[in-house]
């Protein structure tokens, strides 16, 4: 039912200090570009006043299950890579703060027939917008060995990504790989016995970000954050991946994700934001141990100049 959340639909990470890092004014007006179990937007909501406006957005219709009760919220379906387009459409103006918690739901990996976990045997989907055309097993079934390789490389991180591509291309060629337990099957020789969990994990996180363009997606929301937030507003960016930290922290200290310095004539660096904690937030040893997936959880907080 629309306003009640499911049990465990996803537990935010570093909840306490993302509020914290929004410095949230009780009249100002906020977007949580990634709404899913709404725990995020909950939060806000309890900071804001009357006058106060929270935009939560989320690609997937699932969350609209969860939408809050207030007319200070709005629901925005869509993929955050629109985000001005949105706050535009709802007429959110320049805002105070923007969160982006680009964790996966609790719910994408114990829905299992969305595909995104490798435990049980799903149709190979992986996305976020069930609307979407392309799916895990369009991109299993159709890249060559060259183009897996690279995805399991730079996604995955995985030192056995070469063997599994051709592992698949082999594979596909006499049986189709459309579930994930066929996947499972076909990488499985390439797996670490003792990092079985973290490598398919691995594995399945490559083919997820590829499905869902979640890079494509990341830049652009960062891009788009400039323009849309307030001077001194709050850019609040909770990543989960190496390649998605580095973009995070490049952008806030020179303004773009490649990390180039621009300097003005004096030698004093130019860039529209500002870092507010130079060091990398991440969980404590005791939300860890109630909440395993904020293990790797990095929090930065931005500040517009």
């Keep these: ?15 306490g200090e993302c509020i914290e890092g929004l410095c949230i004014k009780p009249d100002g007006h906020y977007i949580d570009v990634t709404f899913g179990g709404g725990g995020h937007s909950r939060a806000i909501m309890e900071k804001l006043g009357a006058k106060g406006r929270l935009m939560g957005m989320d690609q997937d219709m699932d969350a609209y299950a969860n939408t809050l009760a207030d007319e200070r919220f709005t629901f925005a379906h869509g993929n955050f890579a629109y985000v001005a387009n949105f706050a535009r459409y709802y007429d959110m103006g320049q805002v105070d703060g923007i969160l982006a ?9 114990d829905e299992a027939s969305r595909g995104f976990s490798f435990r049980g045997d799903a149709p190979l989907d992986m996305r976020m917008n069930s609307g979407a ?3 895990a097993a ?12 690279r995805l399991f ?5 995985l030192r056995q990504a070469r063997r599994m591509a051709a592992a698949i291309v082999k594979r596909r060629a006499t049986a189709a790989i459309a ?9 499985k020789p390439f797996i670490n016995p003792a990092q079985e969990k973290k490598e398919l994990s691995q594995v399945f996180q490559a083919l997820r970000i590829e499905v869902n363009h979640e890079m494509d997606a990341l830049e652009a929301l960062l891009r788009q954050s400039i323009d849309l937030l307030k001077p001194g507003g709050r850019l609040v960016v909770l990543a989960y991946h190496s390649l998605e930290d580095r973009m995070v ?3 806030m200290r020179s303004g773009n994700v490649e990390g180039k310095v621009e300097k003005d004539f004096y030698g004093r660096v130019v860039a529209p934001m500002r870092a507010v904690n130079r060091k990398v937030i991440v969980a404590t040893a005791e939300e860890v141990s109630r909440n395993p997936r904020s293990r790797s ?3 930065r907080v931005g500040e517009k100049i």
């Excluded at 490389?153 to 991180?157: I, K, L, S």
């Excluded at 579930?179 to 990488?187: I, S």
């Design 297 to 299: 959880a990095k929090l």
């Design 249 to 251: 922290k490049n952008f």
């Design 153 to 157: 490389t730079v996604y995955g991180e």
């Design 1 to 15: 039912m629309k306003g009640e959340t499911p049990i465990e639909y996803h537990v935010p990470a570093l909840l």
């Design 133 to 135: 055309r392309l799916t």
């Design 179 to 187: 579930t994930t337990g066929a996947l499972v099957e076909a990488v």
């Design 138 to 149: 369009h991109i299993v079934a159709g890249y060559d060995e060259q183009a897996l390789t």
């Design 101 to 109: 918690d680009l964790g996966v739901s609790f719910h994408h990996f």
